[in-house]
């Protein structure tokens, strides 16, 4: 007998708004009744480079032992790791993607009622995790839509246990200077741990990249997340990683499953970190794509918040709350998948991610379109 007056799970479970990712290219083809071939997807941020040969040669001589389980220590990756950024495989926790990172480190450190601090317009999985395991978010206000430092200090309690920046962030692109990362650090409790998500830092120009590894040899309260899914281009696979002191990551492996990261996103991790040309393929094109996208929106007279990572955040309305739904579904239409972003609090904007040239230009093509059709003063 079906009876939805039923209700199971804690009440903080049951609030939580479910994730919504961009939409994927056979979904949009079907219901528009579009051929799949020519939509194009910058909703993700996906790197438009496609999966790197380097790890496709590797996924492939792995395919034969699928029957075994993953190697649940990752050693041959954690040895990779140690490798490229000297440290040792005890400071080293592999994830499903940096988000398993970014969720066992609430699991591992906040218990129900303690609180959570993450900026407004920070990346939406913080509020998730925050969520699940009924942690109290705690969200700061945004300053020039990045993460306001000072406020950030400021709010932290006797009941805080947890905090998340974003460097850079997504879906604004608002990155913090090293040094002002650096005191920040320095000033939050020994107790209360930080979570440094660095999913983009590949994609920052060397002379602008904070030496975290080093603040993690310096605070012990501090984990440093990062992903092979956006400049290493192995989104699909699911692998990220975590570095912090031995204590914490510890308990991170306390609480993580076994098996959590697959054979073939830890024989493909292994290949792309050796992989220079990819990772530096990644960073120009984003570049030369960043300089094509914002220029052409410039010139359509619209605003966009200077990005630090592979996307844009473009204003398509002025006080118009539905114009982020409204452009996202026009262009849908039009065989162009980018990412709504009022879930963000941000119902006038788009999330572009940055594609290939040619990408871009059929974007930028449908957006001046669009724009063209939006009732004026929208
Ligand atoms: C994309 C992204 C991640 C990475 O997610 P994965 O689970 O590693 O694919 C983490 N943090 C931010 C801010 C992101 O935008």
Request: aromatic share 8%; hydrophobic share 45%.
């Amino acid at each position: 007998m079906y009876r939805d007056s039923l209700v199971f799970g804690p009440d903080y479970v049951r609030a939580i708004a479910p994730y919504v990712g961009g939409r994927p290219i056979a979904e949009v083809a079907r219901e528009f009744g579009l051929d799949p071939e020519k939509i194009i997807k910058l909703a993700s941020n996906e790197n438009p480079l496609g999966f790197p040969n380097s790890a496709r040669i590797a996924v492939q001589e792995a395919l034969a032992d699928l029957a075994r389980y993953p190697d649940g220590n990752a050693f041959a990756l954690k040895q990779a790791l140690e490798k490229k950024f000297s440290v040792l495989p005890t400071w080293l926790t592999l994830g499903n993607g940096s988000n398993d990172i970014l969720e066992l480190v609430a699991r591992a450190c906040v218990q129900p009622g303690q609180g959570v601090i993450f900026s407004q317009y920070a990346f939406a999985v913080y509020a998730l995790a925050t969520q699940a395991i009924g942690g109290i978010a705690k969200v700061t206000p945004a300053k020039n839509y990045g993460h306001d430092l000072s406020i950030m200090l400021s709010a932290i309690d006797d009941t805080t246990r947890l905090i998340y920046l974003a460097n850079p962030n997504n879906p604004t692109g608002t990155w913090l200077p090293p040094d002002e990362v650096a005191s920040f650090l320095a000033k939050v409790p020994s107790r209360v741990v930080v979570v440094l998500d660095e999913a983009y830092t590949e994609y920052l120009p060397q002379a602008q990249r904070g030496n975290s590894i080093d603040w993690v040899r310096r605070f012990p309260n501090l984990l440093v997340s990062r992903t092979f899914s956006k400049a290493y281009g192995l989104a699909g696979l699911r692998i990220g990683f975590g570095v912090a002191q031995p204590v914490l990551t510890d308990l991170l492996n306390r609480v993580r499953q076994p098996f959590n990261v697959n054979s073939l996103g830890q024989v493909a991790a292994c290949a792309v970190l050796d992989d220079e040309d990819f990772l530096a393929r990644s960073a120009q094109i984003n570049a030369q794509g960043y300089v094509q996208i914002t220029d052409a929106v410039r010139k359509m007279g619209l605003e966009y918040v200077p990005s630090s990572g592979n996307f844009v955040l473009i204003k398509v309305g002025k006080q118009n709350a539905g114009a982020g739904m409204r452009v996202s579904q026009a262009l849908l239409k039009l065989g162009v998948i980018v990412r709504p972003v009022a879930n963000y609090d941000l119902p006038e904007h788009i999330r572009v991610s940055i594609g290939l040239p040619q990408e871009n230009n059929i974007f930028l093509d449908a957006l001046t379109q669009v724009m063209s059709q939006m009732p004026a003063g929208a």
